[in-house]
């Protein structure tokens, strides 16, 4: 029986360039982050995402599911979206997205910006060396063996 091999990514990060941040309102410029991380994708309708974000970026405190779930709701009807989708189970799946790009962290079931820190921060000390980097290099090492390939069959002919 023939053996099948999936290729599946051992991380993967989406990153998108807009125009510069200028003249956005607070909730248009954390739903720019979370596009430009490939959080989102842009024409998403199920942009929750955006408000958990926006709600952990405010907060001075580690949030409870049902503290983030509560200031999500206030958050989407104060800037008039849709109310749907505000779920404990959408939520925590927001919420370990988050995490895994180590935006986020979790202790004792409360969750807040990793380690305190600034959005910035956070990129510059966990996602740069920790998720793009690691990836960019990969890449460079895939890049380098298809050239190795092709050159050793072009010198051969």
């Not at 991380?37 to 926006?54: A, F, H, K, M």
């Not at 990836?135 to 063996?145: A, G, N, P, T, W």
């Amino acid at each position: 029986m023939a053996k099948v091999v999936k290729d599946l990514p051992l991380s993967e990060i989406t990153l998108r360039r807009y125009e510069k941040p200028e003249r956005l309102s607070e909730r248009n410029l954390i739903k720019r982050v979370c596009l430009s991380l490939g959080l989102l994708n842009p024409g998403d309708s199920r942009d929750i995402i955006v408000e958990i974000l926006y709600v952990l970026t405010k907060s001075k405190k580690p949030l409870t599911l049902t503290q983030i779930e509560k200031k999500v709701y206030n958050t989407r009807k104060k800037f008039k979206q849709n109310l749907q989708g505000i779920t404990p189970a959408n939520i925590s799946r927001q919420l370990r997205k988050l995490k895994k790009l180590g935006i986020v962290s979790e202790s004792n079931r409360e969750y807040s910006l990793s380690e305190g820190l600034s959005l910035t921060e956070i990129f510059d000390e966990k996602v740069k060396p920790l998720i793009l980097q690691p990836i960019l290099e990969r890449i460079s090492l895939y890049l380098k063996k298809a050239d190795d390939l092709i050159r050793n069959k072009t010198s051969k002919k």
